[in-house]
């Protein structure tokens, strides 16, 4: 009856913390590393693209004239343009 029953082996006690320790830090490693390459490419690139494409399309000519035209500015007189 005793060849029926098998033995439980014993856990491994020794430097148990350690070797948690070093599989977290693998983990969170990676997981820092795919929350940081996700970050890149779905926040940053795309709000760098949207940057480069408002500045592509800029005039400040045209938006200082809209502007100077709605009073924003102080310093700036607005000079209506005698007509015909």
Do not use: C
């Not at 006690?13 to 969170?28: C, E």
């Not at 890149?40 to 000519?61: G, H, Q």
């Amino acid at each position: 009856m005793s060849s029926a029953v098998a033995k439980v082996a014993k856990p491994v006690m020794r430097g148990l913390h350690v070797n948690q320790i070093k599989k977290n830090l693998i983990y969170a490693t990676a997981f820092s590393m795919a929350t940081s390459t996700a970050w890149y490419f779905l926040v940053n690139k795309a709000r760098k693209d949207n940057y480069a494409n408002f500045y592509k399309n800029y005039d400040a000519e045209a938006d200082f004239q809209r502007m100077k035209a709605a009073g924003v500015f102080q310093s700036v007189q607005v000079i209506e343009e005698a007509g015909g």
